[in-house]
């Protein structure tokens, strides 16, 4: 009996919505294991050029954890255009100044570009403290050492 490959059609599965705490979480294995539930790497009917992810939702993004010299070393960088326009900020700025958006670029990161990824993108809920406003639709909590 031959076995037969299973390619998942846009629309024909139904997204869950997983929440992640990132309370004392080191921030690359939250970013990869949110990644990899956004991409949709996590279920056996994985295709890669459908969008079959779930919703990702992270909570205490503030509280996060690096390793080594990584809060004075690590730099976000960004470049207007202009001459003098580059904007360079480390990572201990960055956390105070918005921790959202670190956790946010170290998600997207992961994720390829194009049309695809953006879409995928858009599932992605990050919040600094611990409310959010996605309990109506019970997400599943996971757990990440």
């Keep these: 009996m031959a076995q037969k490959t299973v390619m998942t059609k846009a629309g024909e ?36 050029h459908v969008d079959d992810g779930d919703v990702v939702v992270i909570i205490n993004a503030e509280k996060i954890r690096v390793t080594g010299n990584k809060l004075t070393d690590k730099v976000y960088q960004r470049y207007s255009g202009y001459h003098s ?9 960055m956390l105070k100044l918005s921790p959202e958006k670190v956790m946010e670029l170290a998600v997207y990161r992961m994720i390829p ?26 997400p599943v909590a996971l757990a990440i050492a």
């Design 113 to 138: 570009s194009g049309p695809l990824g953006y879409k995928v993108r858009r599932k992605l809920k990050v919040y600094a403290g611990d409310k959010h406003p996605h309990q109506a639709q019970k």
């Design 85 to 93: 326009g580059q904007k360079r900020v480390p990572l201990k700025d």
């Design 13 to 48: 599965t139904q997204p869950k919505c997983f929440l992640i705490d990132a309370q004392d979480k080191i921030l690359g294995r939250v970013a990869t294991k949110a990644a990899t539930i956004l991409r949709g790497k996590h279920k056996r009917t994985y295709t890669p």
